[in-house]
Nanobody, 122 residues
Framework: QAQLVESGGGLVQAGGSLRLSCAAS????????MGWFRQAPGKEREFVAT????????NYADSVKGRFTISRDNAKNTGYLQMNSLKVEDTAVYYC???????????????WGQGTQVTVST
């Protein structure tokens, strides 16, 4: 049974950094694209970033481009989201997901983690 577990969320001041991790089990991790999504209170879940199974292709939402970096270590079955220059508007629950296709649409991902809260204060 596939499972994704996020960690690394927390409270940080604006301008600070956090690194989220997504530990995968029960699936051949390198066969799957990995995506990060986020959902703020009262808003729909939105795409943040995605990376191909081999790690050779990435795509970012415009709102995080240049500040966030997605990566993965297939030997450790773990994906990462490095978040720098954080803004208050980055506050949300962040979810990692795995899918056979890399996409900006959440419905194309088969497996999801439980989410980790990121709160950015002024």
């Amino acid at each position: 049974q596939a499972q994704l577990v996020e960690s690394g969320g927390g409270l940080v001041q604006a301008g600070g950094s956090l690194r989220l991790s997504c530990a995968a089990s029960g699936l051949t991790f390198s066969d799957y694209h990995m995506g990060w999504f986020r959902q703020a209170p009262g808003k729909e879940r939105e795409f943040v970033a995605t990376i191909s199974g081999a790690g050779d292709f990435t795509n970012y939402a415009d709102s995080v481009k240049g500040r966030f970096t997605i990566s993965r270590d297939n030997a450790k079955n773990t994906g990462y989201l490095q978040m720098n220059s954080l803004k208050v508007e980055d506050t949300a629950v962040y979810y990692c997901a795995a899918g056979r296709r890399g996409a900006i649409y959440s419905r194309l991902y088969q497996y999801w983690g439980q989410g980790t809260q990121v709160t950015v204060s002024t």
